[in-house]
C-alpha cells in the first residue's frame, strides 16, 4: 500500500501543479494538496479519521454540484451527447471542464476511500 499511496502523491502534486492556470486555482491546488498529504501520512502509517471524513465531505458535496449544476454532468450527458473530454477547453463550453473537474473529484474521492478502508482493515490508528 505504501507504493501506492506513493504514486497517488505523485498524481496529486502532479495535478495541483497544473493547476496554476485553471480560472480558480486558489480552489483546486488545496484539494489536491489536501490528498497528497493524506496519503503521505498514509506512508508513515498515520491516521486520522476525521482528515478524511472531512475531505469526503467536501469532495462528495463538491462533486454533487458539479454534477447537478445547469452546466454540469448532467448538462454534458443530456444536452451536449457525452461530448469529448478531451478536446481543449473553450469558454463557451463550460459543461466540459465542470465533467473533467467532477471527474477529478471522483478520483480524489476513490483515493480517500481506498486508503481510509486499508488503514481501518489493518487496525492502523495513530494520528497526527
Not at 502532479?14 to 480558480?24: F, G, K, R
Not at 506512508?43 to 463538491?62: D, M, S
Request: net charge positive; aromatic share 18%; charged share 15%.
Amino acid at each position: 500500500m505504501k507504493l501506492l499511496n506513493i504514486l497517488f502523491i505523485i498524481y496529486c502534486l502532479l495535478a495541483a501543479a497544473l493547476q496554476y492556470n485553471d480560472p480558480d486555482p486558489y480552489i483546486w491546488i488545496p484539494i489536491y494538496l489536501y490528498t497528497a498529504w493524506i496519503c503521505y501520512l498514509a506512508t508513515r502509517n498515520k491516521y486520522n479519521r476525521k482528515l478524511y471524513i472531512t475531505g469526503l465531505i467536501i469532495y462528495i458535496a463538491y462533486a454533487l454540484y458539479f454534477f447537478f449544476d445547469k452546466t454540469g454532468v448532467l448538462n454534458w450527458i443530456n444536452q451536449h451527447n457525452a461530448e469529448n473530454l478531451v478536446q481543449s477547453m473553450k469558454a463557451t463550453k463550460p459543461w466540459i471542464e465542470e465533467t473533467r473537474e467532477f471527474f477529478g473529484l471522483l478520483i480524489l474521492i476513490l483515493i480517500l476511500s481506498v486508503n481510509m478502508i486499508w488503514l481501518r482493515k489493518n487496525n492502523i490508528n495513530r494520528s497526527i
